[in-house]
């Protein structure tokens, strides 16, 4: 079983930044991709931005040029850098990890979950 930990979310004014974490513990594998979803409430869960082992990233069109995602091989971490946030970027995000497969925009694709952390961006 693999475990996923999210942590740095919070409420920040418009504009400001935050930076998630998400480790991972439990097992170790050779490749794997990770993924960032977000989930507000009343609606579906929505793709934010994915990574792979080897530094390929993917984004959705409603964060490229603000939001970055990245890594730490040493210490299973992938992070999410959020700038210049809007008050729509306000959800419940969560981290994923896909084993066997290439990064992507589908949660189905994802064989583990964080239990995510509260991001609110107040006007």
């Known amino acids: 079983q693999v475990q996923l930990v999210e942590s740095g979310g919070g409420l920040v004014q418009t504009g400001g930044s935050l930076r998630l974490s998400c480790a991972a513990s439990?097992?170790?594998?050779?490749?794997?991709?990770m993924g960032w979803f977000r989930q507000a409430p009343g609606k579906e869960r929505e793709f934010v931005a994915a990574?792979?082992?080897?530094?390929?990233?993917y984004y959705a069109d409603s964060v490229k040029g603000r939001f970055t995602i990245s890594r730490d091989n040493a210490k299973n971490t992938v992070y999410l850098q959020m700038n210049s946030l809007k008050p729509e970027d306000t959800a419940v995000y969560s981290c994923?990890?896909?084993?066997?497969?290439?990064?992507?925009?589908?949660?189905?694709?994802?064989?583990?979950w964080g239990q995510g952390t509260q991001v609110t961006v107040s006007s």
């Open positions: 439990g097992r170790t594998f050779s490749s794997y991709a």
């Open positions: 994923a990890a896909r084993l066997g497969g290439p990064m992507s925009k589908l949660h189905t694709q994802y064989n583990y």
């Open positions: 990574i792979n082992w080897t530094d390929n990233t």
